[in-house]
């Protein structure tokens, strides 16, 4: 009887220890715990690689005075710093940014950097003043858009951030018209398509949220790998509150460990564990719930600290650092102002006691002078004289060779026009005839466009030296085709001559000569050769 009980408890125990493994064993890979986090966290900081090398850019470029080179590199540094979680960094290197384009007078990176604060201000939960930052991106690109600076795809780089402020603020209806207006601009874009998704769960409509969101998830992934953190998180959201535990469990698992991989989006970390563990409690998991549960609090406490009462003072210490620096200057600037004036008034005595003890020489000086400059100013008009004559003897033998050119490269158009209906010609009597010496005339017979185009544009450089120079200043983005374009029009070819010199058609000829107008930015008053000939 006693053997029988123990058989049974041990058949029982066993079947439990069964059951257990297969509804606590979900996880298919271990995550990485708080000591893992801490550990990967410290060598990145000490040896990344990445934010070295934008550093040392940074100062090579100030030394240089590249001040471009600089902005990029501080914007890409504050981007870095932010994701690694290195926050007092990230807001030094705002700052920096934040001064250097008011000083340089870039606003699409003060634009951008004010963007960047704005993140910062929300991780420390200062939504008003995040809210300012983004709302002052706004209006610069506003500013420039009016102005014709900057396309208006720019104004989605502030309406975006602004129905994410408003999504996680909780004023969904706010949210959605920012991120509408965002549409209009980025009406295709990857983000804008999973913002969307993002605020159909926050709305409970799960259903809209799986059909934005699961389609994009392989364009995302092969695009856009870092964000992959917040997007496994939401479509993590979307399991949860759809009740689809396994699948919330494995996009979770997803999300901790690209950001751990890729080390970006660090902030969103702790959050993701507490919503791993609700989802492992929700399918009667409590030892991984409480496993995740803990390490969400501990990499919450140790990341977000700064967020704590205690600590939450952060960036006002460093704003009353930054206000006491920029008081300290304006103080500087204003003792400096009043040793300049000072300056002034000793310079403005020491000139009235020179010019009154001069006075008589100055009168004699300006005798003499006026006698000067009369003998300078004749002399002067004798050089601008001879100079136009010059001008006007070049401009006279340039418009000769111009001439020339024109004339032999018509002739090598007939000739070779000539050559293709003697080619033609004796096609029509080799087919007729099967004659070898007939087919050995036509193989002899060479018509290559190529070569003569070479040679006209060997002989339009000798003469026009600096034409293609001036244009590839002036305008960049032609592409050499225009160049081609430009240099017939300067030599006054009909579109029928274009067409034979270039082997095409002369309706491609007035289209490219359409598109040539387009490209050089010429309203339809605006004389084509005319524009040309001036270059």
Not at 181 to 186: A, D, F, N, R, V
Not at 372 to 396: F, G, P, T, V
Not at 501 to 517: K, M, V
Request: glycine residues 4%.
């Amino acid at each position: 009887m006693h053997n029988r009980l123990a058989l049974y408890r041990l058949f029982t125990f066993f079947t439990l220890f069964i059951f257990q493994t297969s509804v606590y064993g979900k996880s298919s890979k271990e995550l990485p715990e708080f000591n893992d986090w801490m550990a990967l966290i410290k060598s990145s900081t000490e040896n990344d690689s990445t934010i070295t090398h934008h550093e040392k850019q940074v100062e090579i470029a100030l030394m240089e005075g590249d001040t471009l080179a600089a902005i990029n590199n501080l914007r890409e540094l504050g981007s870095l710093y932010t994701s690694r979680v290195d926050y007092g960094d990230s807001y030094d290197t705002h700052w920096k940014l934040i001064m250097l384009a008011e000083a340089s007078g870039d606003s699409i990176s003060l634009a951008r950097a004010y963007n960047g604060m704005s993140i910062l201000y929300s991780l420390y939960e200062r939504r008003d003043v995040a809210l300012d930052y983004i709302e002052k991106s706004l209006v610069i690109r506003k500013e420039l858009v009016a102005k014709g600076k900057a396309e208006q795809k720019e104004l989605g780089s502030s309406y975006f951030p602004l129905a994410i402020h408003y999504r996680f603020s909780n004023d969904l209806q706010r949210a959605k018209i920012y991120l509408d207006s965002c549409k209009l601009y980025w009406s295709t874009g990857l983000l804008v398509r999973a913002e969307d998704g993002y605020q159909a769960i926050w709305n409970g409509n799960y259903e809209k949220a799986r059909k934005q969101l699961i389609p994009i998830e392989d364009s995302i992934a092969n695009n856009l790998q870092s964000y992959m953190v917040i997007f496994y998180s939401n479509l993590g959201d979307l399991h949860l509150y759809s009740k689809n535990y396994d699948k919330a469990i494995e996009y979770y698992s997803k999300s901790i460990l690209n950001g751990y991989e890729h080390l970006r989006h660090l902030n969103y970390i702790p959050d993701i564990y507490l919503q791993l563990a609700k989802a492992y409690q929700s399918i009667g998991d409590f030892r991984n719930a409480n496993k995740y549960l803990i390490t969400g609090n501990k990499i919450n406490e140790w990341l977000y600290s700064s967020r704590s009462e205690n600590n939450r003072y952060l960036l006002e210490i460093k704003d009353d650092v930054r206000i006491a620096k920029e008081k300290k200057e304006k103080l500087l600037k204003e003792q400096r102002i009043t040793q300049l004036e000072h300056e002034q008034q000793v310079w403005w005595l020491r000139t009235i006691i020179i010019s009154v003890s001069t006075i008589f020489l100055g009168v004699m000086a300006i005798i003499w002078f006026r006698r000067i400059r009369r003998k300078h100013k004749e002399e002067q008009a004798k050089l601008e004289q001879k100079r136009k004559e010059e001008d006007a003897k070049n401009k006279e033998i340039l418009s000769i060779k111009n001439r020339e050119l024109t004339n032999s490269t018509l002739q090598i158009i007939a000739k070779d026009e000539l050559l293709s209906d003697l080619k033609e010609d004796l096609d029509k009597l080799q087919k007729s005839s099967n004659s070898k010496e007939v087919q050995s005339l036509i193989n002899n017979i060479k018509v290559n466009k190529d070569i003569s185009w070479l040679e006209f544009e060997n002989r339009f450089t000798a003469v026009n030296s600096d034409f293609f120079e001036k244009l590839k200043e002036q305008f960049p983005h032609l592409k050499p085709y225009d160049h081609k374009i430009c240099a017939l029009i300067k030599l006054n070819f009909s579109g029928k001559e274009m067409a034979k010199l270039l082997g095409i058609s002369p309706e491609s000829a007035n289209t490219s000569r359409y598109r040539l107008r387009k490209r050089l930015g010429l309203k339809k008053e605006d004389n084509l050769v005319e524009f040309i000939d001036s270059i």
